[in-house]
């Protein structure tokens, strides 16, 4: 699976942006997918998950404020971010979860940085 971000940028606070991601490959395997973010000097951690089912999963931090969804004829995964913090500054990857063979097996993109200015 092949996984390409876009959508990521310079906005100020209170703005907005969407992030895209485009799966090829094995998608038919994807059980679920998600975006993940690393800020510098810290730890990559969950944003959203989406499952095949459409259930979602949000960061505490993030809840009220983005939208993950995902367009399953285009095979692309999406982030809707309003109400943008300086706290949102960070890397923003896209993962997709694959299940093959009984095992599990995760996919990255190549991330895209999204910057907000106080």
């Known amino acids: 699976v092949q996984l390409v971000e876009s959508g990521g940028g310079l906005v100020q606070t209170g703005g907005s942006l969407r992030l895209s991601c485009a799966a090829s490959?094995?998608?038919?395997?994807?059980?679920?997918m998600g975006w993940y973010r690393q800020a510098p000097g810290k730890q990559r951690e969950l944003v959203a998950t989406?499952?095949?089912?459409?259930?979602?999963n949000y960061a505490d931090s993030v809840k009220g404020r983005f939208t993950i969804s995902r367009d399953n004829a285009k095979n692309t995964l999406y982030l809707q971010m309003n109400s943008l913090k300086p706290e949102d500054t960070a890397v923003y990857y896209c993962?997709?979860?694959?299940?093959?063979?009984?095992?599990?097996?995760?996919?990255w993109g190549q991330g895209t940085q999204v910057t907000v200015s106080s």
């Open positions: 989406i499952t095949k089912s459409n259930s979602t």
């Open positions: 490959g094995s998608t038919f395997s994807i059980i679920a």
């Open positions: 993962n997709a979860r694959l299940l093959a063979a009984g095992t599990f097996h995760d996919y």
